[in-house]
């Protein structure tokens, strides 16, 4: 059974800084590409950071030169360092995975629960 778990959101003023962790545990044989969504209220979900197994890395405009993403493959996480929050950067943040687990062939996708991320002064 494999899971995502993370950490790390709250509450911060605007210019402040936050960063997200994301775990992935279980029977784990392999992790692709690892993603960051976030979620505002009455928005549709939104992909704003990618890094693939090739530590190949990509950005939404709208949080390049802000954000950076990275990953431990020893600890099978992702991070998200945000500096520069703006209060439109208030959402749900998601972390999500393709993962490989141990006995299957094909990578599958899977989704963490979510973790909030408010900015307000």
């Known amino acids: 059974q494999v899971q995502l778990v993370e950490s790390g959101g709250g509450l911060v003023q605007p210019g402040g800084s936050l960063r997200l962790s994301c775990a992935a545990s279980?029977?784990?044989?392999?992790?692709?590409?690892m993603q960051w969504y976030r979620q505002a209220p009455e928005s549709q979900r939104e992909l704003i950071a990618v890094i693939t197994g090739d530590y190949d890395i990509r950005y939404a405009d709208s949080v390049k030169g802000r954000f950076t993403i990275s990953r431990d493959d020893v600890k099978n996480a992702v991070y998200l360092q945000m500096n520069g929050l703006k209060p439109e950067d208030t959402a749900v943040y998601y972390c999500?995975?393709?993962?490989?687990?141990?006995?299957?062939?094909?990578?599958?996708?899977?989704w963490g629960q979510g973790t909030q991320v408010t900015v307000s002064s």
């Open positions: 999500n995975a393709n993962i490989i687990a141990r006995g299957e062939r094909t990578f599958q996708n899977f």
């Open positions: 279980g029977s784990i044989f392999s992790i692709g590409a």
